[in-house]
């Protein structure tokens, strides 16, 4: 009971971080760089234009990185993801966790995603965990 207890606090710890979602779509600019197709995926913060430049070719929406952290998650996926709902928590010290659920359509080929966003300025060194929960639509019962 007493452990019961103790996982109920550090549950009640886990605060959702507000974010907003930084697209480049309807912008001259493109992601680079952010391809996996081995099913395989990567979390990276993003703490300077210079950073930025890594991942966008163009002229691309403006992020105030003195105040703001850019948090970009990309991979690959067995069939292409729709309807994503993502998440973002602060677990504890400098660790958060990055939730990604959604639906995606049976296919045997392999598909990119990505999706970033911006945060206040996380601490240096933060630790992200990612969470994939995608659902393919043709196993759903």
């Not at 081995?38 to 210079?50: A, E, H, L, P, R």
């Not at 948090?71 to 990055?98: E, N, P, W």
Request: glycine fraction near 6%; hydrophobic fraction near 40%; include cysteine.
């Amino acid at each position: 009971m007493f452990l019961a207890a103790m996982f109920s606090n550090c549950q009640n710890d886990i605060e959702d971080v507000p974010f907003s979602e930084y697209s480049l779509e309807g912008t001259p600019a493109s992601w680079v760089n952010v391809n996996y197709f081995d099913g395989s995926y990567k979390v990276v913060t993003i703490n300077s234009n210079n950073e930025l430049k890594i991942y966008v070719e163009g002229d691309y929406p403006p992020i105030d990185f003195t105040k703001k952290t850019l948090v970009l998650a990309y991979g690959c996926h067995s069939g292409t993801a729709f309807g994503l709902d993502i998440k973002f928590q602060h677990v504890s010290g400098r660790d958060y966790v990055m939730t990604a659920s959604g639906m995606a359509t049976a296919a045997a080929a392999m598909f990119d995603w990505k999706f970033a966003i911006v945060v206040d300025k996380l601490p240096h060194n933060s630790k992200i965990q990612l969470n994939l929960n995608i659902i393919n639509k043709a196993t759903e019962s």
